[in-house]
């Protein structure tokens, strides 16, 4: 069967996240908390869990004097989210027939 | 684990609420076409209206100008005051932030177009090509629109084409040049307001 059951996309946050920097070349925490509607500490955790899987890059710096965190899809994450959605389609397929 | 099709919604939902401006509101278009029908209206009444041949010959050329720049202005403040103000009550509802990246990205893939167009019949003002400006008016909306239409729903990208064919329309006949303004700011934006606000607000 094509495609990949991913277990870092089992969680619907990480999903979430993972999808919104499919089509964002960067987004930042807050933008995160505000599309998501969690509350920091559960998408810090799920943010975090990511980053060790290496499929998001974090990059800190400031706006003035506020600090930013924003957040970047590595290859391998975009990669692997893609082989998560071919296992969903194909799942989908194979149920049809 | 949730069904596949779940899963997908769930993600295309996502990637559509973090790329697209969702708060555009179908009844702000309509509103902007009924102030551009009154506007126009106005114009006509003033340039070719059946008893102000007097007024028309009364007022010098300049100031005629001077009258129909400042309608236009008032049309197009009227029309950005109220989708801004329809839009923000729809962001409410739909909890979705107003002034989002993708709200921005919308409002410079528009307005940038827009204003080279604004500006642009500015010029053809001061070089006296009155009739081209309903063209060149229609034609820079229609593809701020077509730029636009990436950012939010892509129907949008419907209503820039037929603002981009009146305006060529306009540019060839421009004796016609006002009915045209009516029908594309005026008729198409309330025919698509309306078709948008039956399709995704109520």
Request: overall charge positive; hydrophobic content about 45%; charged content about 20%.
């Amino acid at each position: 069967m094509k495609g990949n059951y991913d277990k870092a996309f089992e969680n619907v946050v990480r999903l979430r996240v993972m999808s919104i920097l499919m089509v964002n070349e960067q987004v930042d925490f807050n933008t995160f908390k505000e599309l998501l509607d969690v509350t920091d500490g559960n998408l810090a955790t799920h943010l975090r869990n990511l980053e060790k899987q290496v499929y998001i890059q974090v990059e800190k710096s400031f706006v003035g004097r506020k600090p930013q965190t924003n957040y970047s899809a590595t290859k391998s994450g975009k990669d692997a989210f893609q082989a998560h959605l071919d296992f969903l389609e194909n799942l989908i397929k194979e149920n049809k027939t | 684990m949730r069904k596949p099709e779940q899963e997908l919604a769930d993600i295309k939902s996502m990637m559509e609420r973090s790329t697209r401006f969702l708060s555009l509101s179908g009844l702000s278009g309509v509103m902007a076409g009924i102030y551009a029908l009154i506007g126009s209206g106005m114009a006509w009444y003033w340039i070719e209206g059946p008893e102000t041949l007097g007024l028309a010959s009364a007022l010098d050329h300049r100031a005629l100008m001077n009258r129909l720049l400042i309608l236009a202005l008032v049309v197009l403040l009227l029309a950005l005051v109220t989708g801004y103000i329809f839009s923000q009550k729809k962001s409410q509802k739909t909890a979705n932030k107003f002034w989002s990246s993708a709200g921005k990205r919308f409002m410079s893939a528009l307005f940038i177009p827009v204003l080279a167009g604004g500006l642009f019949s500015f010029a053809l003002l001061h070089e006296s090509y009155f009739n081209l400006i309903p063209a060149t008016t229609l034609i820079f909306y229609g593809l701020g629109l077509i730029n636009a239409s990436h950012f939010t729903i892509s129907e949008l990208k419907n209503l820039g084409l037929i603002q981009l064919m009146i305006g060529l329309i306009a540019g060839f006949f421009p004796e016609i040049g006002i009915y045209c303004w009516a029908a594309g700011f005026g008729m198409a934006h309330i025919i698509y307001g309306a078709m948008m606000y039956y399709k995704y607000d109520r």
